[in-house]
């Protein structure tokens, strides 16, 4: 008879499981489509002072990439990647070895603007290309 309420109890356990992982999936990755990507420079205020990354300060051009953000989710998509390539005048990559490029806060259903700030190394020509631009992210708050 112990056996019998062992098994149930574990049984029990098993599926209250099953149910909690089947629910989590409306915390799914959802995609957001980027399109009509272009960049301008950033306003002198926001660009002063523009420092590359890495061991030693070198000049860097700063940018601004705008666009539309379409989320066809239904609900407010939080922190969502933003994932592209950016080349400069003569194909170089201008991010190296770097596809995740910064984030939107958050990305109402719909249609939306968003805006990015990347830092460019001075000596690279423009203009830019952008590449291959998309976004993820979840419905509902994560812990960053």
């Not at 049984?11 to 959802?30: D, Q, R």
């Amino acid at each position: 008879m112990q056996f019998r309420v062992l098994m149930v109890t574990v049984l029990s356990c098993c599926f209250w499981l099953i149910s909690g992982i089947s629910t989590s999936a409306a915390w799914a990755l959802t995609p957001i489509k980027l399109s009509d990507l272009s960049y301008h420079e950033c306003p002198a205020d926001v660009a002063e002072g523009t420092v590359t990354s890495g061991g030693a300060s070198r000049a860097a051009n700063c940018f601004i990439i705008t666009g539309k953000a379409q989320n066809d989710s239904g609900k407010p998509v939080l922190n969502a990647d933003i994932f592209g390539r950016i080349y400069d005048a003569n194909n170089n990559p201008v991010m190296q070895n770097r596809t995740r490029l910064g984030s939107i806060d958050q990305v109402p259903p719909g249609v939306s603007d968003f805006e990015l700030r990347v830092t460019v190394a001075a000596n690279q020509p423009t203009p830019l290309k952008l590449e291959q631009f998309k976004a993820s992210g979840f419905v509902g708050k994560v812990r960053r």
